[in-house]
């Protein structure tokens, strides 16, 4: 079977670094097989969760003028 998820991460940086664990936990608990995330704060911030996760298949698109975006994961 296929495990799909996806999330809506809430760029709000006052909150990030509570909800980035909080984010991580439950990629780590669900093991689904593709993610989806929307609110990406940034690239870097991105690449900390994969490597936390330990995914190392992924597509990341900003939204036009802005650093924050939309990434696929598997």
């Known amino acids: ?12 940086k006052e909150t990030w670094s ?3 664990k909080a984010i991580i936990d439950e990629i780590i608990r669900i093991n689904p097989d593709i ?3 929307q609110e990406v ?8 969760i994969l490597k936390e996760v330990g995914i190392n298949h992924y597509s ?15």
């Open 1 to 12: 079977m296929l495990r799909v998820a996806t999330f809506n991460i809430w760029n709000n």
């Open 18 to 20: 509570i909800r980035r």
């Open 35 to 37: 993610i989806a995330l």
């Open 41 to 48: 704060p940034n690239l870097k911030e991105l690449e900390w």
């Open 60 to 74: 990341f698109m900003p939204y036009p003028d802005y650093d924050e975006g939309l990434a696929i994961l598997s």
